[in-house]
Nanobody, 126 residues
Framework: QVQLVESGGGLVQAGGSLRLSCAAS????????MGWFRQAPGKEREFVAA????????YYADSMKGRFTISRDNAKNSVYLQMNSLNPEDTAVYYC???????????????????WGQGTQVTVSS
């Protein structure tokens, strides 16, 4: 089992920045590729960004490219999401997820991820 705990969410004005963190425990963190997803009110959960176990390579949803940066620190068992130039459409609950290495990885496919955190709320005011 891997436990994932997100933090760093909150309320920010449009144009502002936030840095989300996801702390992992339970198993060797470097055995997992990691992803960030988000779910806005009334919408389905969607892919945000992903990073391989060795980080990079990294992958982003088109609307996040240039604004969001995913990174990881295997020594700290953590993955991060730096979010800049936030706008109200970025308001959502953000989740991190872990994907076991050793299988073909389709980074945006949610059902393939093995473990999920509980999420952290990000609210962007206009």
């Amino acid at each position: 089992q891997v436990q994932l705990v997100e933090s760093g969410g909150g309320l920010v004005q449009a144009g502002g920045s936030l840095r989300l963190s996801c702390a992992a425990s339970g198993r060797t963190f470097s055995n997992y590729n990691m992803g960030w997803f988000r779910q806005a009110p009334g919408k389905e959960r969607e892919f945000v960004a992903a990073i391989s176990w060795s980080g990079p390579p990294t992958y982003y949803a088109d609307s996040m490219k240039g604004r969001f940066t995913i990174s990881r620190d295997n020594a700290k068992n953590s993955v991060y999401l730096q979010m800049n130039s936030l706008n109200p459409e970025d308001t959502a609950v953000y989740y991190c997820a872990a994907y076991s290495r050793g299988r073909a990885w389709i980074f945006a496919r949610q059902k393939d991820y093995d473990y999920w955190g509980q999420g952290t709320q990000v609210t962007v005011s206009s």
